[in-house]
RNA sequence: CGGGGUGUAGCUCAGCCUGGCUAGAGCGCUUGCUUUGGGAGCAAGAAGUCGCAGGUUCAAAUCCUGUCACCCCGACCA
């Protein structure tokens, strides 16, 4: 056939960057649209990357003390409607259960028959029915502080929807949290924020940059909201974990109150914080190339897929019979919080077709195995991060391979590293910071911008700059220095540099 | 919710303006043969109430009315 094409995928991350993220779920076979409106199917490949992240997420919270537990779907609308600006900043994407049992109807079609008394929101967040339920287990400061998380999924309804970037049911984890003191519901949020920037990059291998939101990018109802916030391929932030500083905003409105050392009532201090299924949308910005999904070994479902090679069955079970064995020894060895995920792909399809389905899939290391590599006991081995390939002798491949692995990590983190590196500018006339941020081609914008560290401040015309030039205010990184200068739209005085960027 | 667009085979689409044979193509799928160390070739085959409901007509994928769904662009967002 054609037997040109260059790329597996189709169109390249620089021919059209959206319609490339498409693709490449699709042809990774991670996740489909559905029939519900804005709502997907994650299917087994993407589920299997989705239940790694959860374990070593879980891993995480149980190691600083939180527990998991659960709580109900559906909130009472009243609950939402405690916390002022936590209402403002929910309501119009909320779904309402207003009714309960269907009956048929006389054609044939089926009706909603019971109003319910109050309706039930579907929880966008658990705050309010999480906060109601700590409001009657909090008495004493001896009840504090209560750690817990829980998985779950949530709603938003959404109008424009991308597959794991921004989907109205989406799956993520909450973390909930009520304490005694300020300091330690501080300490509290910080160290969440941390967990989550020790997990993007060692374990998705993405560079983060840890800040804290400003005041117009805040969480409804928080106090502060901390951030991680991750480069994507097109140079576009990604907000990939939020942790919020909640004050007693919420243990006000919902009265989690307890009596002190001293006696005294006082309110808790709360926070809450989450990472979502978006993580896997970032996984595959931060990595994947122009032949499909690419992805960090410690995630990847599988680490090693063995390809057996033959022509007739006397090959066959020879190789397959070599496979099994290799396959054995593979999986007795130890890798990131388990032992090594080995498959082997029999199925009786063309060995160039079964490879690419194997690249597309971002397996980061294929072995291809035939009578003539059995003859020299050898596997010819191919990196899915450098498409590097050669023929390796079984018992050094055996011997190295978690450390190739582990080179297979390092270089995917160095490389969205350098990424991140190469595109954070510093700026500081808005003339530059427009040229910076405007594409050449206003038709069909090309790859343009990055990060730009700029001072700022806070003010309606600023807001509405940015607002036209659809960048903006990505977080004030907590590392960093913290020279004054003036805000480079408005010339006002600033106290330290904020990350700019176009956003998802 | 504003502006634009599209519904025809599993997928991508042609056909519609100018109504008329059994509604087409590519990809995919099934079967057979030949192939097989980097996305195979040839041949045969299965597969569509043309989004839905009305209407006009001898005759509707095609014209008219209504309706539903989805997509793109904006406003909103993890």
């Not at 960057?17 to 409106?37: C, G, H, M, T």
């Not at 519901?185 to 989550?196: F, G, H, P, Q, S």
Request: proline residues 6%; charged residues 25%; aromatic residues 10%.
């Amino acid at each position: 056939m054609s037997g040109k094409a260059k790329t597996a995928i189709v169109p390249t991350r620089s021919d059209d960057y959206p319609e490339w993220y498409q693709q490449v779920i699709k042809a990774a076979d991670l996740a489909e649209v559905s029939p519900v409106r804005g709502c997907m199917v994650i299917k087994p490949w993407g589920w299997s990357i989705w239940e790694n992240m959860q374990a070593v997420l879980d891993g995480m919270f149980k190691a600083t003390g939180h527990e998991n537990a659960y709580f109900p779907l559906f909130i009472p609308m009243s609950f939402l409607q405690k916390e002022a600006e936590h209402v403002e900043g929910f309501a119009k994407e909320c779904a309402v259960v207003t009714h309960h049992r269907l009956e048929p109807v006389p054609d044939g079609k089926l009706m909603p028959a019971a109003p319910l008394d109050e309706p039930y929101i579907v929880r966008p967040t658990s705050e309010t029915i999480i906060g109601a339920m700590y409001a009657k287990w909090v008495e004493s400061y001896r009840d504090l502080p209560i750690l817990i998380n829980q998985w779950a999924n949530v709603v938003r309804w959404e109008m424009r929807t991308r597959l794991f970037l921004r989907t109205a049911e989406f799956l993520w984890q909450e973390g909930h949290t009520a304490h005694a003191t300020e300091a330690e519901a501080w300490e509290e949020t910080r160290r969440m924020l941390d967990v989550y920037a020790d997990f993007a990059e060692n374990w998705m291998a993405m560079p983060v940059i840890r800040g804290e939101k400003t005041a117009g990018e805040r969480f409804p109802g928080a106090v502060s909201t901390l951030s991680i916030e991750a480069m994507m391929q097109d140079r576009k932030a990604l907000q990939a974990g939020t942790s919020h500083f909640l004050g007693q905003n919420f243990s006000r409105a919902q009265q989690i109150k307890f009596q002190d050392q001293n006696g005294q009532e006082a309110f808790a201090w709360t926070t809450s914080w989450g990472v979502s299924t978006r993580l896997v949308g970032a996984l595959i910005m931060s990595h994947s190339d122009d032949d499909g999904l690419v992805l960090p070994p410690k995630l990847a479902p599988k680490h090693v897929v063995l390809l057996p090679i033959y022509r007739n069955d006397t090959d066959r079970a020879n190789v397959l019979a070599y496979c099994d064995s290799l396959k054995r020894d593979l999986e007795a060895i130890p890798y990131a919080n388990g032992r090594l995920r080995v498959q082997i792909d029999d199925r009786d399809i063309r060995g160039g077709e079964k490879a690419w389905h194997h690249v597309k899939r971002g397996v980061p290391l294929r072995a291809e195995i035939g009578p003539k590599d059995i003859a020299q006991d050898a596997v010819f081995l191919c990196r899915r991060d450098t498409g590097t390939k050669a023929s390796t002798p079984r018992a050094p491949f055996i011997a190295t391979v978690s450390q190739t692995l582990d080179e297979i990590q390092a270089n995917l983190f160095q490389r969205a590293l350098k990424l991140r590196q190469d595109n954070t500018v510093t700026i500081d006339s808005l003339a530059d910071f427009q040229a910076y941020f405007t594409p050449k081609n206003e038709e069909r914008p090309e790859i343009h911008g990055g990060f730009a560290l700029c001072h700022f401040s806070d003010d309606p015309a600023v807001d509405r700059l940015l607002k036209d030039m659809k960048v903006t205010i990505r977080c004030i990184p907590l590392e960093g220095d913290k020279e004054p200068g003036r805000c480079v739209i408005s010339g006002q005085p600033s106290s330290q540099r904020a990350v700019f960027a176009k956003a998802y």
